[in-house]
């Protein structure tokens, strides 16, 4: 049942256009779908034989060039509809219905609340009408909307309003005309009750365009901002790549029951409420940075995704990680200078780190393309998207931002209006660089982070300095051995005070050039000799990270806290210190093990009073380098998981930085404080974020006045991201009143469901204190309560996959009773929403990685599922499969 990239074939009919009349009812909505279809001349395979995807759906009639079939000339199974005989240009007519209130998968047309809502991708389209549902068809859009006015007073489709006008008995109707081709998982259907922030805007060539941004009436106060992301997106595109919007319209839509983040349907994007809707009150810092991200990525699809769209699926990061690139690029420039853009920088690397890096070391490891899949649904992942836009900054480290760009612009020229590989962006890069690419492609076969150890030697007679690099990319499923990588590998060598010195490679005549030298590693082993130094420089490996690699260079503790407060390269710098954390906490891990005590080791503890102190730095970098590195990313270093250990390891050496900086911790906090009104933007927003560190710094050292402060700071807040925050201390503190606190937000988030979500999972992300509940027990209790449901993804994301995935320590508890919750909920949610269950059972995937105790009990779950997998859906059943035997 698996489906291999090398077996794409063309399609066998192409559909010019298609005309889809609808019938809107919550329970039965009839789909009239007229299509003009004919051969396709480029396909292998002549038979006339048209065949439909179709799902979940009810056939009633089909009729080719007007004449009805009679059910014995065409074929219907559980997912196709074959119609042979269409061997010329013909008109088929399907009519069909299916049930959008039952459709709790949330694809297709499905119920949100009292409002209809879509998303088709990938193959959710197949459950609106019989199709040729495949990125490949490209078809002209014609959509009648016809729906009782009340229950559905706004309809929205792809496109230009062509008209619109009462029927009788209450219903109305709307005709919607989508000039671009596109494939049916860019259609999208919206009906309901909702209002709309309007604003008109005029583009670089000089049209007027109309924006909209749709919600629920009660929310469209909290639409300014996205309006607002919207607005410097277009702006962005048309100055940074050149690229319009090219239609009059362009809407947004927000909904709270949806699988993901958010849909770039041409010219009617849907967004999961969480990216769409903020104010003071129910949007952190967090929040407003995201929308505007996410507002921007799904706009940039525009372009890359829609205008330019895919052959199959295994070409996903085409769009994905070029996207992500995209959207990256787009919220650096919105911070500013350098140093500011580093921040945008590092949160990248760290959401690789704890995300990507697992997946690479674990059995769904996949090259940024695939090769095959069961379940395209289970592609979305952090490889094609997150790695993805790695490697396509890699290009432009490599080729340079200007050739570069001259590679983009031909491929969006070239490529308009088609549905490509992978290849032709490479080979857009190929012509404007007069470079091969050969080598560089292996980042779209390979799965696997590259090790690149590095091994340096002195040599104080001769005054050289030689770096010893190594690539080596361990194994992963279906690929045991790798070939090396090009990796563009950015090097400098700093003095004594972090200034970067002139190099020249032994044997090169050019005069030493001052600054970061790129090298380009393209064998398992090269050598690097420099010379013309005064004395032994500290390299400064991978600046700005810019391969998606793991660095090995064993690196002293002294070595380390130079870096982190001397290179002068800001992501380096970061780096440094969370490398320096990493290794003093990883003492302790060993140092428990061995049932043995060890001190946490002065020059950390100096390191991060010298950062506090350090007047250059921007609060908002503070914030990022003095937080320890997550229990995930620490846990993903270790040989062997063991999450209880890393905990305690963490809590340790957090207790002895705040122990020694107690008062500078305060202090801090105090002094970071911002008054006035609420600003989510950056620079407030960094101070925010390094107040509260330096709260929860002073709350692990238990100081009496830290809780006073931070219960403080809850009531008297003034925006989200602080009251948050502090309930988030509040719950996992000693403090015996912190129920109160948390039946206290509860009372005032009640009626706002991104603030319950909040609230689900501050409870699902604690630690409990001996002789409290375990939070385990916890999760249960809530998912007992009106305030959660597993037919909401929101919910679900909040609360239990908060659990899986962001509180290792008590989620893999020894006794197992994480597991067994993780199965009972796989299991619920797989006859709920298959996708959302997927995601789900991939929290246990890496269950190998863990000590032997946790590693059986996790197996045990494991296996109780899949010996039920006659029960469950494909997905679910390709993640059992890939982590029993992979
Ligand atoms: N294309 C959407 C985005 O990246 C995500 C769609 C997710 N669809 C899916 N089937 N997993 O913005
Ligand atoms: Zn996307």
Redesign the pocket.
């Known amino acids: 049942q698996s489906i291999h990239r090398r077996d794409y074939r063309a399609p066998t009919h192409l559909i010019d256009t298609v005309k889809l009349e609808f019938d809107l009812d919550p329970e039965s909505t009839a789909v009239i779908n007229t299509m003009a279809v004919r051969p396709n001349p480029e396909s292998a395979v002549a038979d006339g034989i048209l065949t439909l995807q179709g799902e979940d759906l009810t056939l009633v009639s089909v009729s080719v060039n007007g004449r009805a079939l009679s059910e014995s000339e065409y074929d219907l199974t559980k997912t196709q509809l074959r119609i042979p005989g269409i061997t010329s240009a013909s008109e088929v007519t399907i009519v069909n219905r299916f049930n959008p209130t039952a459709n709790t998968a949330l694809?297709g047309i499905y119920a949100s609340g009292a409002n209809l809502m879509s998303?088709c991708?990938?193959?959710?389209f197949r459950r609106i009408t019989y199709y040729l549902d495949r990125p490949d068809v490209l078809a002209r859009f014609t959509v009648v909307i016809r729906a009782p006015k009340a229950l559905y007073p706004v309809l929205l489709s792809n496109g230009n309003r062509k008209e619109e006008r009462d029927l009788d008995d209450g219903r109305h109707m709307v005709v919607w005309e989508d000039p671009f081709p596109k494939p049916s998982y860019l259609f999208a259907l919206v009906a309901g009750r909702l209002a709309c922030r309007r604003e008109t805007m005029r583009v670089s060539d000089g049209r007027s365009v109309t924006l909209e941004v749709w919600v629920e009436p009660q929310d469209l106060e909290k639409t300014a901002h996205t309006m607002e992301s919207l607005k410097k997106a277009i702006r962005w595109d048309e100055s940074r790549w050149g690229l319009p919007l090219d239609l009059d319209d362009f809407k947004i839509v927000a909904t709270n029951d949806f699988?993901?983040?958010?849909?770039?349907n041409k010219g009617l994007n849907i967004f999961n409420a969480r990216y769409a809707l903020a104010n003071p009150a129910v949007a952190t810092d967090d929040d407003y940075f995201n929308i505007e991200s996410?507002v921007g990525?799904?706009y940039f699809?525009n372009w890359t995704?829609n205008r330019v769209t895919l052959r199959d699926w295994f070409q996903l990061t085409l769009?994905?990680g070029l996207?992500v690139f995209r959207d990256q690029e787009f919220s650096a420039d919105m911070l500013g200078e350098a140093s500011a853009r580093a921040v945008q920088r590092i949160k990248d690397v760290i959401r690789l780190r704890s995300a990507q890096f697992p997946e690479d070391a674990g059995p769904m490891a996949h090259p940024i393309r695939p090769e095959s899949y069961v379940e395209?649904?289970n592609f979305?992942t952090t490889t094609v998207?997150e790695k993805g836009a790695e490697v396509i900054r890699m290009l432009q480290t490599l080729l340079g931002r200007e050739t570069f760009r001259k590679g983009f612009d031909d491929y969006i020229r070239t490529n308009d209006g088609k549905a490509v590989t992978c290849e032709a962006f490479l080979e857009a890069m190929e012509r404007a660089s007069g470079r091969s690419l050969e080598q560089f492609r292996l980042w779209y076969a390979q799965a696997g982070t590259p090790r690149v150890t590095v091994r340096s030697r002195w040599d104080e007679a001769t005054h050289t300095f030689a770096l010893e690099v190594t690539q080596t990319t361990p194994p992963t499923p279906g690929q045991a051995a790798k070939r090396p990588f090009l990796i563009p590998f950015p090097v400098a060598l700093l003095d004594a005070d972090g200034n970067k010195l002139p190099v020249r490679l032994l044997g090169e005549d050019a005069a030493p050039a001052p600054g970061t030298r790129m090298f380009e590693l393209t064998e398992a082993s090269s050598t690097f000799v420099f010379t013309g130094l005064a004395a032994c420089p500290v390299p400064s490996l991978n600046r700005g990270f810019a391969a998606p690699v793991i660095v090995e260079a064993n690196e002293s503790l002294e070595t380390l806290a130079f870096l982190a407060s001397k290179d002068r390269d800001p992501f380096n710098r970061w780096d440094a210190m969370q490398r320096l954390m990493g290794e003093v906490i990883r003492r302790q891990i060993h140092a428990r093990l061995l049932k043995s005590s060890e001190d946490v080791d002065r020059i950390l503890i100096d390191a991060v009073g010298a950062m506090l102190d350090d007047e250059t730095l921007s609060p908002a970098f503070k914030a990022l380098a003095l937080e320890l590195p997550s229990e995930k990313i620490l846990g993903e270093r270790e040989p062997l998981i063991d999450p209880q250990a890393v905990h305690v390891a963490r809590e340790t050496v957090m207790t002895a930085i705040a122990k020694r900086w107690s008062t500078k911790f305060l202090e801090t906090a105090q002094a970071m404080q911002v008054p006035g009104d609420y600003d989510p933007s950056a620079e407030p927003s960094g101070r925010r974020a390094l107040m509260n560190l330096c709260l929860a710094y002073a709350q692990a050292n238990s100081v009496p006045r830290a809780l006073i402060m931070i219960c403080d700071q809850y009531q008297t807040a003034n925006n989200l991201t602080n009251r948050l925050a502090a309930l988030k201390m509040i719950a996992s503190s000693q403090s015996p009143r912190k129920n109160e606190f948390l039946v206290d937000a509860l009372q005032s988030w009640a009626a706002e469901p991104l603030l319950v979500n909040k609230w689900l999972s501050i409870q699902a992300g604690a630690k409990a204190m001996p002789g409290e509940t375990p939070i385990v027990e916890r999760v249960r209790q809530l998912m007992q309560t009106e305030f959660f449901s597993l037919k909401n993804p929101n919910k679900v994301y909040a609360l239990l996959l908060t659990f899986f995935t962001a509180n290792p320590n008590e989620f893999h508890s020894l006794d197992g009773s994480g597991y067994q919750l993780w199965a009972e909920a796989v299991m619920e949610l797989n006859r709920i929403n298959p996708?959302v269950a997927a995601r789900c059972a991939r929290s246990l995937e890496n269950w190998r990685r863990y000590t032997p105790a946790l590693a059986r009990l996790q197996h045990e779950a494991i296996t109780a599922l899949w010996e039920r997998r006659e029960e469950l859906d494909s997905s679910v059943v390709e993640v059992l499969d890939k982590a029993l035997h992979q």
């Open positions: 694809s998303q991708e990938s193959q959710g699988n993901f983040g958010a849909m770039e996410v990525h799904e699809h995704g769009k994905e996207t395209i649904n979305y998207y996708q």
